[in-house]
């Protein structure tokens, strides 16, 4: 799916559960999907980060409401884009941003790989490579964006960036480790750590993954 679709998509939604006006509204909803090559920036990124000239980027470029600095995303990695009311659950970003971290390494752990957490950096790592950027936006706490797993993507797109603004830091995927991996072995695995971590019944929409609170 195209980032503006996606984006455009996660932002009705969000709109929808701000505006509380109907029964529907109060359904949260998450998407998993691939991207075509594309650039993102976050609020207020610095583009010394970009290795070309922004006017002219190989890639699509957006400049979006995500918090952190630039990533590439391409086939072969893994998006998932919550968009979630934290009311629910905790009013708090930084738990949410651990959340999103501890998905990723449920999976991995489901994988039989260890994945890690470097102590001051958001993403999760193995063996040092950096396999996961995760960014998210919040209005009156409604989520949205979330989480970038590297698959069986083409790295070559990172090298255009310092991704994430971490220099010296190289980015991974889960096929170097695991040579015969593919995306559909991974994305039902990440289907349901997001479900166990956030607490979240599948309902199928048309289209997109729609996901409801467990009733009490």
């Not at 651990?98 to 001051?120: N, Y």
């Not at 996961?132 to 979330?146: D, E, K, L, M, P």
């Amino acid at each position: 799916m195209p980032f503006q679709q996606a984006w455009d998509l996660q932002r009705c939604w969000q709109e929808q559960l701000l505006l509380e006006s109907d029964h529907a509204a109060d359904a949260e909803a998450v998407w998993l999907l691939q991207h075509p090559p594309c650039y993102t920036l976050g609020r207020g990124a610095s583009e010394d980060h970009l290795l070309f000239d922004p006017e002219h980027p190989p890639a699509p470029l957006h400049r979006i409401d995500r918090g952190g600095e630039v990533t590439h995303h391409a086939p072969g990695q893994l998006v998932a884009y919550p968009v979630l009311d934290l009311r629910r659950r905790r009013t708090d970003l930084h738990w949410y941003l651990r959340q999103l971290e501890q998905v990723v390494i449920d999976v991995l752990q489901a994988l039989d790989l260890q994945g890690v957490r470097i102590e001051g950096l958001t993403g999760v790592w193995l063996d040092q490579q950096k396999v996961a950027a995760i960014g998210v936006g919040c209005r009156r706490w409604i989520t949205q964006h979330g989480l970038a797993l590297n698959v069986t993507c083409d790295l070559e797109g990172f090298e255009s960036v310092v991704p994430c603004g971490l220099k010296g830091r190289a980015v991974g995927r889960l096929c170097d480790w695991i040579p015969e991996l593919e995306i559909e072995i991974v994305q039902p695995l990440l289907r349901d750590a997001l479900a166990t971590r956030f607490n979240l019944v599948w309902k199928e929409s048309v289209g997109e993954q729609l996901c409801l609170p467990k009733q009490p």
